[in-house]
């Protein structure tokens, strides 16, 4: 497998007036094809950040990060859908802003629709689609940029808990089904463990990588599926423990 992110000794620290905030010290990971990372840690441990080195927006003080930063698509913790644009021109609209808005672009952008069961509502509103179409319209809008790595802060947290398990459940099997790899953010430690290949736990700031846990689940559970399992227990009561450490 090849490796399309790597950190190597990475730190990174804000400065400001009253002087320096170390946010990540000594990073150091890599994520391979159509690999799914992710990233847990508690609240201000430099999360964020290191999305932010991923995406170019900063830049390491120390070490390197080894990336194409254009292969990267980024999805928010809200769906940020303009309320006036229909579907349609909500998913075009990251080409648009590229200037690859082309009769190619638009074809795949319209299999993307078609595949993932939002053609039918193209010409509706946001306001007009369910908390899960209009995600999943979202995660469609970064897909058709062809990124190859996609970034996820949080992308779930404005859901309620039961739409938060279908979402999650189908944007992780879109990501899996279109072969892309993927770095998720989250505080939630059962979908950590639903959706993921491998969990990076990153301490309180200044964030360094305190463990990795590799996920040994049968590739064909969906991650509904995966939360029944024994195995799924195990590993969450060991995530638990861990994440419990972190807290003074
Ligand atoms: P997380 O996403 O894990 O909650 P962040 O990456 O957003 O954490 O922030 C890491 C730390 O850096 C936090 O303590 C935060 O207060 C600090 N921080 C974030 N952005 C800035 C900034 N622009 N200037 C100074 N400090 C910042
Ligand atoms: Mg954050």
């Excluded at 080409?95 to 078609?114: C, F, G, N, V």
């Amino acid at each position: 497998m090849q490796n399309i992110l790597e950190f190597h000794e990475v730190d990174y620290a804000y400065h400001s007036m009253d002087g320096e905030v170390p946010a990540l010290e000594n990073i150091n990971f890599t994520v391979g094809e159509e690999e799914f990372l992710v990233i847990v840690g508690p609240s201000g441990c430099g999360k964020s950040t290191l999305l932010d080195l991923i995406f170019g927006l900063l830049q390491p003080e120390h070490g390197s990060v080894i990336g194409d930063p254009d292969a990267v698509g980024y999805m928010l913790q809200k769906d940020h859908l303009f309320g006036w644009r229909t579907i349609e021109k909500n998913i075009l609209l990251g080409l648009e802003i590229q200037h690859r808005l082309t009769p190619d672009t638009r074809a795949y952008a319209t299999e993307l629709l078609k595949k993932y069961g939002l053609y039918e509502f193209r010409k509706k509103r946001p306001s007009e689609l369910s908390g899960g179409m209009r995600q999943r319209a979202a995660l469609i809008r970064t897909l058709v940029t062809r990124p190859q790595l996609l970034l996820l802060d949080e992308p779930f947290s404005a859901l309620d808990y039961q739409t938060r398990l279908n979402v999650a459940d189908d944007i992780g099997s879109i990501i899996r089904s279109e072969k892309k790899s993927a770095i998720l953010v989250t505080h939630d430690l059962s979908e950590a463990i639903s959706m993921g290949d491998r969990i990076l736990i990153l301490s309180a700031r200044p964030g360094t990588v305190i463990r990795t846990i590799d996920l040994a689940f049968n590739p064909a559970l969906s991650s509904i599926e995966r939360r029944e399992t024994d195995a799924f227990k195990q590993y969450f009561s060991e995530l638990w423990k861990e994440m419990n450490q972190l807290v003074p």
